[in-house]
Structure formats: C-alpha cells, structure tokens
C-alpha cells in the first residue's frame, strides 16, 4: 500500500523519517547507457522524475497485481520514438492486454498520440541478454500464484513471494546480493514474513540482503535494531552497485 498508508495516523505513517516513506517496490538496472526495469510500481511517474529517468530499454513484469503494473501508462514519453520491449510471464501479459485494453486497441479513433508504444513480449525461462546483460526469470510462488522474480549477474531480485521453489534455488545459485519481499513480522499468506526472508536470504548463500516491500508495521531505524548483520531494509531511491 505503500506508507503512509492512506488514512493511516500510526507512528510509521507519520513518522519525518523520509526512509519511512515507501513508495510501491521497483527495481531500476544500469549497465552503462543501459536501462532497463522491474514492475511500473503505482508511482512510477514520481519514480522516474526522482531518479532522472530519460530512457528505458526495456521493461520486465515480476506479476500483474496493482502495486507493480499500474504505472504503465506513465512509461508514454519514453516511448515516442520506439515501442517499448515489455517482458512478462503469460498471465501477466494477459492481464495487461486486459487491463490496457486501449494500448493494443486497433479501433479507428484510437491511432495516434494517449497512449505508450508497447512490444509485449513473453519472458522466455531462460532470459534474455540486453547489451550484455543478462536477466533471467527465477519462478516463486506469491500464494497460489506462480510468478517471477529476476537474477541479473550476481543479484536477484524476489518481491512478492511466500514460497521459493526447490528449483528456483539452482537460479539462484552464487548470487551475492538478494533484494527480497519482506511484508512485516507477522506472517501472511502470500507474502514472507521479515523472519521467513531472513531465513530464505541465509539458503541462498547471498552475502548482502536488502528487504522490500515493507509495510507500516515497523520503522526503517526499528527494523535497523531487529535485523541481523548485512541484511538491511531497503528504502526508497536506495542504490547498489554490483
Ligand atoms: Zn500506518
Ligand atoms: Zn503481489
Ligand atoms: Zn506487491
């Protein structure tokens, strides 16, 4: 939901800790002139403003719901000189084409300008390669729904997910720097818990861990306390070299 939560008076929601405000979780890769990035996050335009975003290469969808695709419309100026590559697993794709029906829309009256240039593309299982950079699919469970998070050299990136399959952990093997889901302390049925995270970072060998995706529950400086060494919250505009 992102904080402050809309409506919500609680100390986080209202906290002057400007780590304390989350917007929707997005991953933005640079590789050189190389742009590319996860999920168009509700804020998406703020995002893009904030981080200086003059292009993008491509997109890549981890799953359809809200909080990661409904920017989408937002990536319009980057798109006017070329369709936009937009990688996604087959429900997602579907999802898009339903709820952006007007983007693929042949209707007369629905040529030209208002709307972004989009190539929707199914992510093939084993990835692609861009400008030397490789990004590869790694399957998670997000309750019932099977969905992707990305390996990209040595980091992997893993937003909503309560469950990482068996297999998925040959993807992910050697990765150095895990950004993953962590909703709150309590558990939840379709998101990791922050201690269900800490467990899955530990089985994957990552050296350096970040969690996303948290909500109001705790602070950015309360969470600092209750994490162990070298897994940290992450928080808005935070960058990572790797
Ligand atoms: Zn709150
Ligand atoms: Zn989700
Ligand atoms: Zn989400």
Redesign the pocket.
């Given at each position: 939901m992102g904080s402050p939560v809309v409506g919500c008076s609680c100390r986080v929601c209202r906290s002057r800790n400007p780590k304390d405000t989350r917007s929707?979780?997005s991953l933005l890769v640079k590789k050189r002139n190389l742009s590319i990035l996860i999920d168009t996050s509700t804020e998406f335009r703020l995002q893009a403003i904030r981080e200086g975003i003059t292009h993008l290469d491509a997109v890549f969808y981890?799953?359809s719901?809200?909080?990661?695709l409904h920017g989408l419309d937002d990536i319009r100026p980057l798109t006017k000189d070329h369709p936009m590559p937009v990688y996604a697993g087959e429900t997602t794709m579907s999802d898009i084409k339903k709820r952006f029906d007007y983007i693929f829309s042949t209707k007369p009256g629905h040529k030209g300008g208002g709307r972004p240039k989009i190539e929707l593309l199914p992510m093939p299982s084993e990835g692609v390669t861009i400008q030397g950079l490789s990004i590869v699919p790694v399957p998670v469970f997000?309750g019932d729904m099977r969905i992707y998070g990305y390996r990209l050299g040595d980091l992997a990136y893993i937003?909503?997910c309560s469950r990482i399959p068996e297999e998925s952990y040959n993807v992910l093997k050697g990765v150095n720097k895990l950004i993953i889901?962590a909703l709150r302390k309590r558990p939840h049925p379709t998101?990791f818990s922050i201690d269900e995270a800490i467990a899955e970072a530990k089985k994957t060998g990552a050296e350096y861990t970040w969690l996303t995706?948290l909500c109001h529950d705790h602070s950015h400086d309360e969470l600092l306390e209750m994490l162990p060494n070298k897994i940290e919250p992450a928080y808005d505009g935070l960058c990572i070299s790797v």
């Open positions: 929707r979780a981890t799953h719901h809200a909080d990661h997000h937003t909503d889901g998101h995706h």
